[in-house]
């Protein structure tokens, strides 16, 4: 198992371009990271379960002003609303954020079947329907970056601008992704927890606490081998860049350099379909930048919707 998957790290990455930004500048230290998450601690995150028409009970976590611009965070592939614990709390209360469990995925339930990404941006056009939300910001990594476009291209009036993070324009004919399939493919009942730990080690470049790739690895683990397969499927099986010049809302896109799944050629061609994007590329970094950068992330994020929701 760890043979194939070191293969599928070693497969060349496409050509890089320029970055579209300068380098980020210096995070803040530990110490100012601390007393931002102190000021901001009076609003302590609240963890809930809806159920949507769609018919899956979604868990997700919510913090911040109720009056605040909304918020949807949506985790990657395999991941829950747990991808995102390195940045929450460095959010300011202002905005109305929700984070996500997707169907199948964390504590949300896993229904036998549909694991496409219309029905994954279904689920979020109900979701806003059920906490009573107009529209939302969608901050997507990786798969949840892909249904954070189809959200904005089957219901582009619930959608008031996107954050992709570590994306492309589609997952269809990706190299890595159909490695990743071959191995993936092959597990019954439970996925070997080797396997994952290795698979979610393989998206950082930077080092992350150990605590948290534990809670990654964790929260993985929750998926019985139907879903990895499943929703890997639905992503590798659709392809809508074709489509992605009818998004009209304001786009940030977010990518590391050293991105082993989707390379800087990839992220920038994303950024060249879509009308109104910008590209903020973070040197020796890989597929998770929210992970391996979290404070500077939570700044030029927050920097982008204060932009938008001005």
């Given at each position: 198992?760890?043979?194939?998957?070191?293969?599928?790290?070693?497969?060349?990455?496409?050509?890089?371009?320029?970055?579209?930004?300068?380098?980020?500048?210096?995070?803040?230290?530990?110490?100012?990271?601390?007393?931002?998450?102190?000021?901001?601690?009076?609003?302590?995150?609240?963890?809930?379960?809806?159920?949507?028409?769609?018919?899956?009970?979604?868990?997700?976590?919510?913090?911040?002003?109720?009056?605040?611009?909304?918020?949807?965070?949506?985790?990657?592939?395999?991941?829950?609303?747990?991808?995102?614990?390195?940045?929450?709390?460095?959010?300011?209360?202002?905005?109305?954020?929700?984070?996500?469990?997707?169907?199948?995925?964390?504590?949300?339930?896993?229904?036998?079947?549909?694991?496409?990404?219309?029905?994954?941006?279904?689920?979020?056009?109900?979701?806003?329907?059920?906490?009573?939300?107009r529209r939302a910001i969608i901050v997507g990594?990786?798969?949840?970056?892909?249904?954070?476009?189809?959200?904005?291209?089957?219901?582009?009036?619930?959608?008031?601008?996107?954050?992709?993070?570590?994306?492309?324009?589609?997952?269809?004919?990706?190299?890595?992704?159909?490695?990743?399939?071959?191995?993936?493919?092959?597990?019954?009942?439970?996925?070997?927890?080797?396997?994952?730990?290795?698979?979610?080690?393989?998206?950082?470049?930077?080092?992350?606490?150990?605590?948290?790739?534990?809670?990654?690895?964790?929260?993985?683990?929750?998926?019985?081998?139907?879903?990895?397969?499943?929703?890997?499927?639905?992503?590798?099986?659709?392809?809508?860049?074709?489509?992605?010049?009818?998004?009209?809302?304001?786009?940030?896109?977010?990518?590391?350099?050293?991105?082993?799944?989707?390379?800087?050629?990839?992220?920038?061609?994303?950024?060249?379909?879509?009308?109104?994007?910008?590209?903020?590329?973070?040197?020796?970094?890989?597929?998770?930048?929210?992970?391996?950068?979290?404070?500077?992330?939570?700044?030029?994020?927050?920097?982008?919707?204060?932009?938008?929701?001005?």
């Amino acid at each position: 198992m760890k043979m194939l998957l070191a293969a599928l790290l070693t497969l060349p990455l496409l050509a890089c371009g320029p970055a579209s930004e300068p380098e980020p500048t210096a995070a803040p230290s530990d110490a100012q990271t601390a007393e931002q998450s102190s000021e901001l601690s009076s609003a302590k995150p609240r963890e809930r379960s809806v159920r949507l028409r769609t018919g899956v009970t979604l868990r997700y976590v919510e913090q911040g002003s109720r009056h605040g611009p909304a918020v949807v965070f949506l985790h990657g592939y395999t991941d829950s609303h747990h991808t995102w614990d390195l940045n929450l709390s460095l959010f300011s209360r202002d905005f109305h954020i929700y984070a996500l469990d997707q169907r199948g995925h964390g504590d949300s339930t896993r229904p036998a079947c549909c694991y496409t990404q219309q029905f994954f941006a279904a689920d979020v056009a109900a979701f806003l329907d059920a906490v009573g939300e107009r529209r939302a910001i969608i901050v997507g990594h990786s798969m949840g970056s892909f249904v954070a476009q189809q959200v904005a291209l089957d219901y582009p009036r619930r959608v008031e601008g996107l954050v992709l993070v570590g994306s492309a324009p589609t997952v269809s004919g990706n190299e890595v992704a159909l490695f990743l399939k071959s191995v993936v493919d092959e597990q019954v009942g439970t996925v070997d927890p080797a396997f994952v730990r290795d698979f979610q080690s393989s998206t950082f470049v930077r080092p992350v606490p150990a605590s948290y790739l534990d809670t990654l690895v964790s929260e993985s683990l929750k998926l019985p081998a139907r879903v990895w397969q499943d929703t890997l499927d639905g992503l590798i099986a659709e392809d809508h860049s074709a489509r992605l010049g009818s998004i009209r809302v304001p786009v940030l896109v977010v990518g590391g350099d050293q991105d082993g799944f989707f390379p800087v050629a990839q992220q920038q061609a994303l950024v060249d379909a879509l009308p109104d994007a910008r590209y903020i590329l973070y040197p020796d970094t890989g597929h998770a930048p929210h992970a391996e950068l979290p404070q500077t992330f939570v700044r030029d994020v927050s920097h982008f919707l204060r932009r938008v929701t001005r």
